[in-house]
């Protein structure tokens, strides 16, 4: 797979944990990976391994993005919205491999296919106050 494509599996996997408590996740994304046949092992691996990462960091993810998104706290965005936020912060914050601009750029865009209408802007307002 591509980075974009690992990083759309891995919005995917982030998306479906905020609707289960989060002694589910493993069990959740075994499930998902059992869905995805066509997946290559070593893909699996690290879709899982960021996914859990990124939960294991959302305290101090969330953190960063209540003290920046004036006027929203992360229990009143939208789900696609702050799981983008999510994903890109992490990105930002914790894998130095990935530049920041494309960490907002890759959230930007899953934003518009994902999101709606004004999704693509509000994640874009909130990441580049972090950046």
Known sequence: MTRRELREQVFIMLFSAE????SEMPQ??????????????????????????????LPQIDEAINEVAEGWKTVRMAKVDLT????AVYE???????????AINEAVELAKRYGTDDSFSFVNGVLARLA
């Open 28 to 57: 959740q994304m075994q499930l998902y990976r059992q869905m995805q046949a066509e997946w290559e092992a070593k893909d699996g691996e690290y879709i899982s391994r960021k996914a859990a990462d990124i939960v294991a960091h």
């Open 92 to 102: 930002m914050r914790y894998e130095e491999d990935i530049p920041v601009g494309v």
């Open 19 to 22: 609707f289960h408590d989060a």
């Open 84 to 87: 983008l936020i999510r994903l």
